[in-house]
């Protein structure tokens, strides 16, 4: 299976596009003073910094080093205190029920091992606790440039670049049955994102500072297969596109909030 290096690139140049996402998860995780927040791949804290608030304690959890030292600078340099510190979906590293909100912002996707998610989820959330996540809806145009850089890397590599099957973190009924043995239930609102740049060739610039971009297109190039994906990419993005003098594009999304059910649950 293929994981990129997150500390790989400049993915803080592109989390600000996300930033809308972050905004609407921390609202529906309704923190008030006092709410302990765990930040499940928090990147370069978008949602992380949003959700310290006064009288909240927030921890960030991510496995890349340089982004977490970017979140751990943003939060200075606003007067926060944010703990940061290095982990997974599957492996926190936290003590557990030490959570009343545990959120991911497009985090949780990228962990293929959805039983091992779930476990820590319940073992870090508190009793009383909710959990919230965004994850991307299928049949977007972010979708197919996706699927466009999965098949490369395929070609590359000769390996598909996830296995087959996985969760899909979008679907409320999934993810309902995924953590019902821990008695949450699970709401879903639908949300768009949108996504913009000078032009198509410039969100294909600025899809270059990626992890994924960083780690693969060197490969690619190897292989003469990155001109194909640069064409097919733009291809996408003008078909897509829905303003004339620059680039934007809107890709669905799902926010999950699954609440715990059983308060006194030890």
Same mark, same amino acid.
């Given at each position: /299976?293929?994981?990129?290096?997150?500390?790989?690139?400049?993915?803080?140049?592109?989390?600000?596009?996300?930033?809308?996402?972050?905004?609407?998860? +921390?609202?529906?995780?309704?923190?008030?003073?006092?709410?302990? !927040?765990?930040?499940?791949?928090?990147?370069?804290?978008?949602?992380?910094?949003?959700?310290?608030?006064?009288? !909240?304690?927030?921890?960030? $959890?991510?496995?890349?080093?340089?982004?977490?030292? !970017?979140?751990?600078?943003?939060?200075?340099?606003?007067?926060?205190?944010?703990?940061?510190?290095?982990?997974?979906?599957?492996?926190?590293?936290?003590?557990?029920?030490?959570?009343? +909100? +545990?959120?991911?912002?497009?985090?949780?996707?990228?962990?293929?091992?959805?039983?091992?998610?779930?476990?820590?989820?319940?073992? $870090?959330?508190?009793?009383?606790?909710? $959990?919230?996540?965004?994850?991307?809806?299928?049949?977007?145009?972010?979708?197919? $440039?996706?699927?466009?850089? /999965?098949?490369?890397?395929?070609?590359?590599?000769?390996?598909?670049?996830?296995?087959?099957?996985?969760?899909?973190?979008?679907?409320?009924?999934? +993810?309902?049955?995924?953590?019902?043995?821990?008695?949450?239930?699970?709401?879903?609102?639908?949300?768009?994102?949108?996504?913009?740049?000078?032009?198509?060739?410039?969100?294909?610039?600025?899809?270059?500072?990626?992890?994924?971009?960083?780690?693969?297109?060197?490969?690619?190039?190897?292989?003469?297969?990155?001109?194909?994906?640069?064409?097919?990419?733009?291809?996408?993005?003008?078909?897509?596109?829905?303003?004339?003098?620059?680039?934007?594009?809107?890709?669905?999304?799902?926010?999950? !909030?699954?609440?715990?059910?059983?308060?006194?649950?030890?």
């Amino acid at each position: /299976m293929f994981a990129p290096d997150w500390s790989n690139g400049s993915y803080e140049r592109i989390a600000p596009q996300l930033l809308p996402a972050a905004r609407i998860a +921390v609202a529906l995780a309704d923190i008030t003073s006092g709410t302990r !927040v765990v930040d499940i791949g928090c990147g370069s804290g978008n949602a992380t910094l949003l959700a310290a608030g006064p009288g !909240v304690r927030v921890t960030g $959890i991510d496995p890349a080093a340089r982004l977490l030292a !970017v979140a751990d600078a943003r939060a200075t340099a606003e007067g926060k205190v944010i703990t940061f510190r290095s982990g997974t979906a599957i492996a926190t590293g936290l003590t557990a029920r030490c959570a009343d +909100v +545990v959120m991911s912002v497009f985090g949780l996707i990228f962990e293929p091992d959805a039983a091992a998610t779930a476990r820590e989820l319940d073992r $870090i959330t508190a009793p009383n606790g909710r $959990i919230v996540l965004t994850a991307w809806l299928p049949g977007s145009a972010l979708d197919e $440039i996706n699927a466009e850089a /999965m098949r490369t890397y395929a070609a590359a590599a000769g390996s598909p670049a996830r296995p087959a099957g996985g969760m899909d973190w979008h679907d409320p009924d999934s +993810v309902a049955d995924l953590l019902r043995p821990y008695e949450f239930t699970v709401t879903a609102q639908r949300h768009t994102l949108a996504f913009t740049a000078d032009s198509p060739q410039g969100y294909w610039e600025l899809s270059a500072h990626h992890p994924f971009a960083v780690t693969t297109w060197e490969l690619f190039n190897q292989h003469g297969l990155l001109e194909g994906l640069h064409s097919r990419t733009i291809d996408i993005l003008e078909r897509v596109n829905e303003e004339p003098d620059q680039m934007r594009f809107t890709a669905p999304y799902q926010v999950l !909030v699954a609440q715990r059910t059983a308060p006194d649950r030890p």
